[in-house]
């Protein structure tokens, strides 16, 4: 018997204590626990001599399988909280031959699957190709829409740039994250294009920097502004998202 | 805007579209209503059908859009030169099946099925964007729900999950309807 092919064909110990049952022509509701484990054994086996990776989930199966032989050959008793003998009804085989069966479908339901990736396959959707210019950006401009990461860098800037000493009394004049959009929404749109940096020029607190920012963050989230650059390493500018221009 | 006019606006949505265009959104955008919007769809779906085209209008993961026909695809292979595959593993595809029939589930409950660790499939199955997080189980931990994304529908050539192929006699075994998933889907 050639093992190794057969290594490309079990996806797992279910899968091949399926194969091994089918292949002997046995009742999936009564399986010859002795025979199947041995015969299953046996293929372990091969796989421990091979060295495998993944005989671990095999032996797990081996175990459970005598698990079940041991449970057959007991008195079918159980003890109960009570410490109480109770006759237990169920076959210790069930619980494997449900799991087998729902295994079965499975596999079932894998094949009509390949089939529809199949069928779908000789069908090319129109999709696999944009029109680059109906995105919002220049086409081919991989400077356009900026990353965090770009942002971030750029913040980090601005907080260094503007380290100034902090006066003795600072009044407390707190400015909402709301409040920060509308008046960079308001600044983007005089503007059109506006300097990144420009927007903290007139800050003077961290907090106004960092509020300022994430508003600025949650305008691009909102895609309601665009963040980009004309050149590597250029200034980061900021420029309202025409709601015309999004595509669907 | 006259019936002959729309019909053009029509296609030209649904061919600049990246993504299946629901009639929802066809309906919007041309301010048709809804009914108008399905009689103009299924006229086109029907002229491309009749006129031998090489390329058909179908409804797919809810919405419609442009494909080829199956016939033309050995000539596209040649064009694109290898020959399409979709890179899925025998076993990823059998963990692709558990989610899309059992959704939504957890990693746990798919390794129960298989008797195998699902974790590289999983990864790589959301890496191809065909299975996404869709909630959290209410059981200890709060471990990941895994369903079925639009990608997957479209992957698949399906409209909706009801469109899954018949398993016999495989029960649903109380999981969510078909609907709500849907739902879900469409809000992610």
């Given at each position: 018997m050639d093992y190794e092919i057969k290594l490309d064909i079990f996806k797992g110990p279910l899968d091949l204590l399926l194969h091994l049952i089918e292949s002997n022509e046995i009742d999936i509701y009564n399986i010859p626990i002795a025979l199947i484990t041995e015969k299953y054994l046996e293929y372990i086996h091969t796989l421990q001599l091979l060295n495998l990776e993944g005989v671990g989930e095999f032996i797990v199966m081996a175990a459970t399988l005598m698990q079940i032989k041991a449970k057959m050959l007991l008195p079918q008793l159980a003890n109960n909280e009570d410490g109480e003998f109770l006759i237990e009804?169920?076959?210790?085989?069930w619980e494997l031959a449900q799991k087998l069966i729902e295994y079965k479908r499975i596999k079932e339901a894998t094949e009509l699957l390949k089939q529809c990736e199949a069928k779908q396959a000789q069908i090319y959707l129109r999709?696999?190709?944009?029109?680059?210019?109906?995105?919002?950006?220049?086409?081919?401009?991989?400077?356009?829409?900026?990353s965090l990461a770009d942002l971030m860098k750029a913040f980090q800037a601005v907080l260094e740039s503007q380290e100034k000493p902090e006066l003795?009394?600072?009044?407390?004049?707190v400015v909402s994250l709301q409040q920060r959009m509308a008046e960079i929404m308001e600044l983007v749109t005089q503007e059109k294009h506006l300097f990144f940096c420009k927007v903290f020029s007139m800050l003077q607190t961290k907090i106004d920097l960092i509020t300022c920012f994430l508003a600025i963050l949650e305008l691009i989230k909102l895609k309601k502004i665009l963040a980009y650059q004309d050149?590597?390493?250029g200034e980061i500018m900021l420029t309202l998202i025409e709601e015309e221009v999004t595509v669907v | 805007m006259n019936l002959i006019t729309a019909r053009a606006i029509v296609e030209a949505l649904i061919f600049a579209s990246s993504e299946p265009l629901t009639i929802k959104t066809i309906a919007e955008i041309t301010e048709l209503d809804v009914r108008t919007a399905i009689q103009i769809v299924a006229e086109l779906v029907d002229e491309y059908r009749h006129q031998q085209r090489g390329i058909q209008l179908l409804e797919v993961a809810g919405g419609y859009q442009f494909g080829t026909l199956p016939e033309c695809a050995p000539y596209l292979e040649k064009m694109q030169k290898v020959p399409r595959s979709s890179g899925l593993s025998a076993a990823a595809i059998e963990t692709l099946a558990i989610i899309a029939y059992?959704?939504?589930?957890t990693k746990a409950e798919i390794e129960a099925m298989?008797?195998?660790?699902v974790e590289s499939s999983i990864a790589n199955l959301v890496d191809k964007n065909l299975?996404?997080?869709v909630g959290r189980k209410d059981?200890?931990?709060?471990p990941i729900l895994y369903g079925t994304t639009k990608q997957f529908l479209k992957h698949f050539g399906?409209?909706?999950?009801?469109?899954l192929p018949q398993v016999m006699?495989?029960?649903?075994?109380?999981?969510?309807?078909f609907e709500e998933i849907a739902e879900v889907k469409n809000d992610v």
């Open positions: 009804e169920d076959d210790p085989r999709s696999s190709g944009d029109f680059a210019d109906l995105k919002i950006g220049a086409p081919g401009d991989p400077l356009k829409d900026l003795d009394a600072v009044p407390k004049q050149s590597i390493f | 059992k959704q939504p589930i298989r008797g195998v660790s299975i996404t997080e059981t200890p931990g709060r399906l409209n909706n999950l009801t469109e006699d495989w029960e649903k075994q109380g999981k969510l309807n």
